[in-house]
């Protein structure tokens, strides 16, 4: 089986040989770190060794209840923020086909998302969608009080109810929370809801292989274990000691050589939208892991033909505190060629019978000489296709390098204690019982 690439030599080219080499006893002391668990956040290290750890009792028992709920679904709602949600849509995206979610295949039902923000209108329309259609829930939570999920969970679950009755209502709810703590556990408790454990010790970010992400992506009619596989399969890969040969190594060492020159910037870049959620995951993992006291590289992404035109202009001239990261596909699902045309109008005959993908990796190679002209470094990670074995590659690379890159930041890349500030405000703002000082506090800011 072909494993991920990566390719430094366009990011390596901006640096003096040394300000890399540095890095690579750093980051190989990091995963040291992260094996002995002797480094920051120790005890959310479960996502380590999880792709050998699933087993396929616990693979069966999530496929046999998303086969109940595709049998009994036109459309399943999922349920949750951040962590709880993002990777499951990012693979879900990378997966399905473009349309596919148009197309309303008997047994394929849709797989939508809600509490990931607090917009009325998104929610109101939602329900309305959901009114002529029979649909089931899962909701996600491992704190479990989780302000924005659990207001359109409680809005969902009395839709249901009403709809179907309690009992039923019940049949069609799967929640996947904390073993015993949280309003999230005590509820499915107390309702006989199915559910599924999130490990204490692994976070919301580091979740997707866990019923997380697995679940829903099953609803959504994927193959779990391929993606489990892929990641075990790159697990062994990112073991290697062999720096040349590690690409999680290689590339947490890079980001960290780019950063200490001041590239304070991570673009992520595709030339496929469906990574788009991949790239949102992506952030989330890097974001709410590195940006700790005050350090941290920012992680941004682009889809790219498309934000060539809008983009393409800062990240070529703009100030040069960036440096890309393009996750390249070497083969697309489906083949499609440029007709020819006798009248040739638009002057595109010199493209008749190329492959629309031979036209994009143009567009590729060309954008990325005149980024790496423009001052801006390169790292490519290229994947053979994409796949669930591929996918769960990708994931558990991003996931290991994130954890070396924030030990190599020195911070806690497992910890978000930034997320608070602004839910202490909301609650305060909304005169939530026990919040009456920080209230008097900051409406005395507002007047
Ligand atoms: O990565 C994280 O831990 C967070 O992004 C959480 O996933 C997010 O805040 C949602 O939390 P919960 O699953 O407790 O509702």
Known sequence: METLKIDIKNAISFLKQNDFDQYKELTKNADLALKNKTGKGNDFLGWYDLPERISKTELDEINSVASDLRLKSDVIVVVGIGGSYLGAKAVIEALSGQFDNLKNKKGNPLILFAGQNL???????????????????????????????????????????????????????????????????????????????????????????????????????????????????????????????????????????LYSQNKTTEILANFDPRLNFVAEWWKQLYGESEGKENKGIFPASVSFTTDLHSMGQ?????????????????????????PSDSDNFDKLNFLAGKHLDFINKMAEQGTMIAHIDGGVPNIKITLPEINEYYIGQLIYFFEKACAISGYLLRINPFDQPGVEEYKRNMFALLDKPGFEEETKKIKERLK
Do not use: W
Not at 155 to 162: D, F, G, S, V
Not at 198 to 220: E, Q
Not at 318 to 332: A, C, M, Q, Y
């Open 314 to 338: 800062y990240i070529q001239e703009g100030l040069r505190n960036i440096f890309e990261t393009v996750i390249s596909i070497e083969k697309p699902k489906h083949k499609l060629t440029v």
């Open 119 to 257: 917009s009325e209108d998104y929610m109101f329309e939602l329900m309305e969608f959901l009114k002529d259609r029979v649909f089931s829930l899962i909701i996600i939570s491992k704190s479990g009080t989780t302000t924005e999920p659990a207001v359109a969970f409680r809005i969902l679950k009395k839709e249901l109810e009403t709809r179907v009755g309690k009992k039923e209502a019940s049949e069609r709810i799967i929640a996947i929370t904390d073993a015993s703590k949280g309003a999230l556990r005590s509820m499915a408790n107390q309702e006989g809801y199915k559910s599924f454990i999130i490990d204490d010790v692994i976070g919301g970010r580091y979740s997707v292989l866990t019923p997380v992400g697995l679940l829903p992506i099953a609803c959504a009619g994927f193959n779990i274990g391929k993606i489990v596989t892929g990641a075990k399969d790159f697990l062994k890969i990112s073991n290697s000691d062999d720096f040349s040969k590690n690409q999680v190594y290689t590339y947490a060492a890079i980001r960290h050589a």
